[in-house]
Nanobody, 114 residues
Framework: QVQLVESGGGLVQAGGSLRLSCAAS????????MGWYRQAPGKQREWVTY???????NYAGSVKGRFTISRDNAKKTVTLQMNGLKPEDTAVYYC????????WGQGTQVTVSS
């Protein structure tokens, strides 16, 4: 079973930045599209962004222009650079394939204060 380990979350003021990282324990990492998702308190988990095996990315409208996804296939990691954070970005962030197909990791908490 693939294990996903997210890290890099924290508490930041509005307008600040965070860099999230996700490590995947699978030999097929370079072949799959990877995504970031988030779940805010009381809300359903939602898709944030994904990056294909060739490096093409797509973003949800709410984060476009502020977040950047990247991947390192050699290290089997996917990174989410988050700039211009807003209080509404507060959520637990998860990585997974897109669409999600693996068991969810523990996620990493991002809290943005106003």
């Amino acid at each position: 079973q693939v294990q996903l380990v997210e890290s890099g979350g924290g508490l930041v003021q509005a307008g600040g930045s965070l860099r999230l990282s996700c490590a995947a324990s699978t030999s097929i990492f370079s072949l799959v599209t990877m995504g970031w998702y988030r779940q805010a308190p009381g809300k359903q988990r939602e898709w944030v962004t994904y990056i294909t095996s060739s490096g093409s990315a797509n973003y949800a409208g709410s984060v476009k222009g502020r977040f950047t996804i990247s991947r390192d296939n050699a290290k089997k990691t996917v990174t989410l650079q988050m700039n211009g954070l807003k209080p509404e970005d507060t959520a637990v962030y998860y990585c997974n394939t897109w669409p999600h197909n693996w068991a969810w990791g523990q996620g990493t908490q991002v809290t943005v204060s106003s």
